[in-house]
Structures are given as C-alpha cells and as structure tokens.
C-alpha cells in the first residue's frame, strides 16, 4: 500500500512539474514586460507594401479587381465570394490565379520601368 501511495504521488508530483503554467499580463506586467504599441520598421514596410500592391490591383482588368480586392483585401473566403458573385469556387480560384499572374507581370514591367 505504501510503495503504491509513493508511486501516485511522484507521478501527480512529476505531472505538476511538466505542466505548461500560463501567464498573465497582469504578472508579466509585475516583472518588468512591458508591451509596445510602437511601429517597427518592418511593419511600416508591411503597410507601404500593400498600399503599392492596391496600386497595382487597380491596373487589372475590372473582373480581376473585383475578386482580388474580395480575397485580399476584405479577406473573403472562395465560398463567400462564390455566394457574392454567383460564380462557382472554382471559376473564382481561376480568377485570381490568372489575376495574380498578371499582377506579376505588371509589376516586373514596372521594375523594369524603375531600373531604366
């Protein structure tokens, strides 16, 4: 009985040790963490990038505008979009594929116009 007891209570002892232990803000906070709401320079070139890339979806042909700016933009599902549109998923995936094919295009041209 007593080497049984022994043997539950290492193994409860063991399982507490391993567990994940979650921690507040509020404890972090008391221990010196402090979140930062400043912009680093990667998330500035985050926003610049996708500003150009809404500059460069708006060279498209109008069928492509409208799904990408759905799917990237207001982050639309193939199925929400599908039900907006009328289309199938299908003919949507194969718009923005050829969309985003030609958005390609459009921007090589560009750095080619950029580096002459």
Do not use: C, W
């Not at 290492?10 to 402090?34: C, H, P, V």
């Not at 150009?52 to 639309?76: C, E, G, N, S, W």
């Amino acid at each position: 009985m007593k080497a049984s007891l022994y043997h539950i209570l290492n193994n409860l002892i063991i399982d507490q040790y391993r567990k994940k232990k979650t921690a507040s803000l509020d404890m972090m906070i008391e221990k010196g963490f402090e979140p930062s709401a400043k912009e680093t320079p990667e998330h500035i070139l985050n926003i610049l990038d996708g500003k150009a890339a809404l500059l460069l979806i708006a060279r498209l042909p109008f069928a492509y505008q409208k799904v990408m700016r759905m799917k990237y933009v207001q982050d639309l599902s193939l199925k929400e979009i599908s039900l907006i549109t009328g289309q199938t998923k299908n003919a949507i995936a194969v718009q923005i594929h050829r969309g985003i094919v030609k958005l390609k295009l459009i921007y090589s041209l560009q750095a080619i116009r950029l580096k002459s």
